[in-house]
């Protein structure tokens, strides 16, 4: 091998040893920057699952309804037992709404129609008037819920009045399409809370009984429930 051979490989392995060197300067801050952003990205993950679950629960979540349990547009519910009656009452909107201390019923004999004011609930100086989801003839009045408290369970002890229905009620929602109504009606009153009345929430964010009177006041609660209950006018 002559010289001129000679330094012409120590040059070629030279530059094989440049080119190495720098391939791994450039190697690892790119190692570096692949791995920390995946972390970053798992903790943005993390971030943003937690986020999800401090969320308040859905708006759905603060009204309930039972299997079996229609639910009329104006917040009354209808259940047909065995013997074809069908009994009546509010709905866990209505109650939670204006937390009733007692109710104003139509007496045995007299008949409702779907859709009309037939009874009304409210406190001992306001009242407001409730639809009727079914029609037909009262044949049963619940005494026991025109006093104070008995409300509180809407779909219980807390039920209303039954009727002999003229015919099978035909605007009454059930399963799921009940819940999407409660859902909807959630979502309407969750856009009058004010920031500013902190108190009309519990813990976990459900409203309070009395949520109409909260926000409105004591001279407002009516005009509210009348608009849910659709009895305005």
């Not at 866990?92 to 859709?115: C, I, M, S, T, Y």
């Not at 409730?130 to 037909?136: H, K, R």
């Amino acid at each position: 091998m002559t010289t001129q051979d000679f330094l012409a490989t120590y040059d070629a392995k030279v530059a094989e040893y440049l080119l190495a060197l720098c391939y791994l300067m450039l190697f690892v801050p790119m190692w570096r920057f692949v791995h920390g952003g995946a972390r970053a990205g798992a903790a943005a993950s993390v971030h943003a699952a937690a986020a999800v679950e401090a969320r308040p629960a859905a708006a759905h979540g603060w009204f309930s309804v039972p299997e079996g349990v229609a639910l009329h547009a104006g917040h009354a519910w209808a259940r047909t037992g065995a013997d074809g009656l069908v009994t009546v009452g509010i709905d866990d909107f209505a109650q939670k709404l204006v937390d009733p201390e007692r109710a104003v019923l139509p007496e045995l004999g007299d008949r409702v129609l779907e859709g009309q004011p037939a009874f009304a609930i409210g406190d001992r100086v306001t009242t407001v008037r409730m639809l009727a989801p079914v029609a037909g003839e009262v044949v049963a009045v619940n005494a026991a819920a025109e006093e104070p408290g008995a409300l509180r369970d809407p779909y219980g002890a807390g039920w209303l009045f039954k009727v002999r229905p003229a015919a099978p009620p035909a605007r009454l929602m059930l399963g799921e399409k009940a819940r999407a109504f409660l859902e909807r009606s959630a979502e309407a009153l969750s856009l009058r809370l004010n920031p500013e009345l902190g108190h009309v929430l519990q813990d976990g964010g459900t409203p309070v009984h009395g949520i109409a009177r909260a926000l409105a006041g004591d001279q407002g609660w009516a005009s509210m429930a009348r608009h849910f209950f659709m009895t305005e006018g």
